[in-house]
T-cell receptor, first 109, second 112 residues
Framework: GQNIDQPTEMTATEGAIVQINCTYQTSGFNGLFWYQQHAGEAPTFLSYNVLDGLEEKGRFSSFLSRSKGYSYLLLKELQMKDSASYLCAVRDSNYQLIWGAGTKLIIKP | IAGITQAPTSQILAAGRRMTLRCTQDMRHNAMYWYRQDLGLGLRLIHYSNTAGTTGKGEVPDGYSVSRANTDDFPLTLASAVPSQTSVYFC???????????FGPGTRLTVL
């Protein structure tokens, strides 16, 4: 079966750095996405990795290791507005997205 | 403003009733998707359409149907609603199946 695992909830302090991990087992791999979802809102696209390595975009970075079936999202200089759920999704061999349940990130002052 | 709209925003529905959730995008994206999101679960694909005139079944298609008569619209119909269809429904679109997906604001549906 196909499976995406990520922690249910994490807590971090404003101004700090947090790493959200995602491991996956899917039928095929055609890229990994990270989305942000604030409570009661729609998911919005953050990053995309298809090759191994680190992709940096401002305060957010995403890393991929295809051999390990592993990715992480790194958030630096945390702000209160970063309090949200972070969704990991893998595009499988049929080009459909398989989604993790999301990690709820709580930022404390 | 370019994007995806969904209607209604929320709905309470009696079990057994028929309901159509509407989704319209103005980005001229080829691919469109319907997901449901339930607490503790990831987004689950109900149906998708890679281009106007074609549709396909996702992970949880039972009890739902879709049509794609044109590029912009992708309605989702519940023929006879059941309480297990209580969920938040998101419509999404992408330029193609290889691109990132953009999401509508969602419809919160409660079936009693």
């Amino acid at each position: 079966g196909q499976n995406i695992d990520q922690p249910t909830e994490m807590t971090a302090t404003e101004g700090a750095i947090v790493q959200i991990n995602c491991t996956y087992q899917t039928s095929g791999f055609n890229g990994l996405f990270w989305y942000q979802q604030h409570a009661g809102e729609a998911p919005t696209f953050l990053s995309y990795n298809v090759l191994d390595g680190l992709e940096e975009k401002g305060r957010f970075s995403s890393f991929l290791s295809r051999s390990k079936g592993y990715s992480y999202l790194l958030l630096k200089e945390l702000q209160m507005k970063d309090s949200a759920s972070y969704l990991c999704a893998v595009r499988d061999s049929n080009y459909q997205l398989i989604w993790g349940a999301g990690t709820k990130l709580i930022i404390k002052p | 403003i370019a994007g995806i709209t969904q209607a209604p925003t929320s709905q309470i529905l009696a079990a057994g009733r028929r309901m159509t959730l509407r989704c319209t995008q103005d980005m001229r994206h080829n691919a469109m998707y319907w997901y449901r999101q339930d607490l503790g679960l990831g987004l689950r694909l109900i149906h998708y359409s890679n281009t106007a005139g074609t549709t396909g079944k996702g992970e949880v298609p039972d009890g739902y149907s879709v049509s794609r008569a044109n590029t912009d619209d992708f309605p989702l119909t519940l023929a006879s609603a059941v309480p297990s269809q209580t969920s938040v429904y998101f419509c999404a679109s992408s330029e193609g199946e290889r691109s990132e997906q953009f999401f509508g604001p969602g419809t919160r549906l409660t079936v009693l």
